[in-house]
């Protein structure tokens, strides 16, 4: 499945500076593997020793809320938008 | 703007390319990686949130103090603290804070409280009568720094007004952004200082969600969101309440303290002036107890207390206390530390005891709070009667704005006691002459 992700200033050092890119992957942990592959150093930035979501990071398939979902399984239908967010924010 | 990272053993030689008075860098809450001062608010290793360094004035507390006293009768009494050059007081600005601590004997009578013991902090006079002019009295200063024109937010409601009207006296042009279905009394209080004002649809983490977002887009270029890009700033804003409470009791920590939590940043800023204020040597060191206070319908981070999680789970908020309404509250994790690391707790109420609190509060101490501190008040009512609050302390329980801000929530059950001729006998008729 083809998804574009959106990329927060904060990881665009490891994209170029792009704030969009393409990656493939059925569900959000494909996408995040496949975006390792063509950005290195970007996955430890979303994912914690354990390989888990950080706890700062909201990721949206679309405008719904992995946590919402099946978080790292959540499927990523071709033609999604994916959203990396900075938690951090509000209030 | 390039994050630049420095090294922490650098970051103690590097002047700050900005007049932020003893603010000296930010860290990382979560990871204590340490950047320069600057617009960015989420750690690049991490995403953790970054928090103000500073270099506190170090010296004889007693010379502070004093120092502190004869300050004006607003929040820049406190500015050698603070993240703001030192001649803020000159600069164009709402000057919120100071605001009373009511000792509520009579509320305290009510629900159980010892006599002398109970404290309300009314922060309903402030200028645009919520705490949030003290949050945004602070980013107004970094945005200034930063040379930012437009100030934005993704406001519950009362940021929108405390935005525009700060923005208006500060000389910026603001643009702020809510969701659709606000109470009308904080459209109107948003909307009358001139700036835009969008609605979203959605709720309000939609609304955050779109502005994180639009940061991030050359069509948010140069913007000063408060809450986002200058968070760190605008967050420091909360830490007066601290202080306040402190002096106004006689430079000494209340034993227990009850803070509302929306994203939670309030009551970990909170805590955080506490601290300082012991690190200076203001007040003495002693024990402080720290309850979070929810709404039933968005009780995210009340939920994860009582599970005993330190992660919290999302939820879709349905309920009146709208300015509390996050279900994705950025600093939820760090209220559950907080709470369980002073050996307080995360409490809700539902609706119907927030109306109920909100009329108790207004009957028992002429205070007309609005939903936020209905769930204060009914949440510290809830654990008095509980056993978890101990009436014997001292307690604080903070009103973070006015009724007038939420008046559906007790137009209902606030009509005429009677409608009647105005003649003595109909008067005398309808049992009132007593």
Known sequence: MAVNVRIPTILRTYTGGQAEVAAEGATLAEVIADLEKNHTGIAARVLDDQGKLRRFVNVYVNDDDVRFEQGLETATPDGAGVSIIPAVAGG | MAVQTVAPAAADNAAPAVDLGPASGLSCRECGEVFALG????????????????????????????????????????????????????????????????????????????????????????????????????????????????????????????????AARAGFRSCVFIPHDLEQGKVVMAGVYGGDLVAIEGNYDDVNRFCSELIGDPLGEGWGFVNVNLRPYYGEGSKTLAYEICEQLGWVIPDQLVIPIASGSQLTKIDKGLQELIKLGLVEDKPYKIFGAQAEGCSPVSAAFKAGHDVVRPQ????????????????????????????????????????????????????????????????????????????????????????????????????ATATIRPSLDAFRDAGLAH
């Open chain 2, 39 to 166: 617009p960015i608010f989420a750690c690049e290793l991490c995403f953790g949130p970054l928090e103000v360094a500073y270099d506190l004035p170090a010296g004889d507390p007693e010379e502070l103090r004093k120092r502190i006293e004869a300050g004006p009768a607003n929040i820049w009494r406190y500015a050698p603290l603070l993240p703001v050059p030192a001649d803020v007081a000159e600069k164009p600005n709402l000057n919120p804070g100071w605001t009373p601590l009511v000792k509520a004997d009579n509320l305290a009578r009510e629900i159980g409280v010892a006599p002398g013991r109970l404290f309300v902090k009314d922060d309903s006079g402030n200028p645009t009568h919520s705490f949030k002019d003290r949050v945004v009295a602070q980013a107004i200063e970094a945005a200034r720094a930063f040379g930012f024109t437009t100030l934005s937010c993704s406001s519950t409601g009362n940021l929108a007004g405390a935005v525009g009207a700060a």
């Open chain 2, 316 to 415: 879709k908020p349905n309920t009146i206390a709208k300015s509390l309404a996050i279900g994705n509250p950025a600093d939820g994790p760090y209220v559950l530390d907080i709470a369980r690391r002073t050996g307080g707790a995360v409490e809700d109420v539902n609706d119907e005891q927030i109306v109920d609190a909100i009329k108790l509060l207004a009957r028992t101490e002429g205070v007309f709070a609005e939903t936020a501190g209905g769930v204060t008040v009914g949440v510290t009512r809830k654990l008095v009667e509980a056993g978890v609050i101990d009436p014997n302390l001292t307690t604080v329980v903070l009103n973070t704005g006015d009724g007038l801000k939420t008046l559906d929530a007790v137009a209902d059950s606030s009509q």
